[in-house]
């Protein structure tokens, strides 16, 4: 967007200046465009890094069905993946575990595919959250919680399609 190519000129502008930040790290959206590979050219161009994010959650259709994420489409994904790998920019993927619908070799399958595309794969745990889609149709998934006393969200436990001792082995692997 305009805004983000004006803002990034004013951080360079800035970084010209000072000399810092040497770094800039931001989420990027998960669709890229002409816009975004601009920004990342124009970045090169000045020797400014960054690390280029591609958030997928899963490449599992069931449990991005499940999330109600409709994701990224993968060929799109392979795409995107080749042509930052291509302009030697840093890219890594980022996934959610134990999303309904997803069993853990699924994830694992996916995993191993990003790892062909990135050289390193950000691992989130899935929370409960009060009101959200998970909460509202946790019956529908099987969904087994725990909540520390103080926290607002609970940790997903185990599923309609991973019990707790499959989680547990998992967490030895992401770990």
Known sequence: LDTDVEFLEDFIAVREKYGYPRQFDCSWGKLKNEVFFGIVKRMQEVGMTSAFTIALQSLNPVALKNAGRAGMPLNVYDDLADRLVK??????????????GETSQ??????????????????????????????????????????????????????????????????????
């Open 106 to 175: 699924s994830f694992l399958e996916g995993y191993d595919r990003l790892a062909d595309k990135v050289s390193r794969i950000v691992v989130y745990p899935i929370v409960v959250v009060p009101n959200c889609g998970f909460d509202i149709n946790r019956d529908k998934f099987g969904l087994v919680t725990a909540r520390e006393e103080r926290s607002d969200f609970e940790y997903l436990l185990s599923h309609n399609t991973l019990t707790l001792e499959e989680n547990r082995r998992m967490h030895r692997v992401l770990f």
């Open 87 to 100: 302009q030697g920019l840093h890219t890594y993927a980022e996934l959610l575990w134990c999303l309904p």
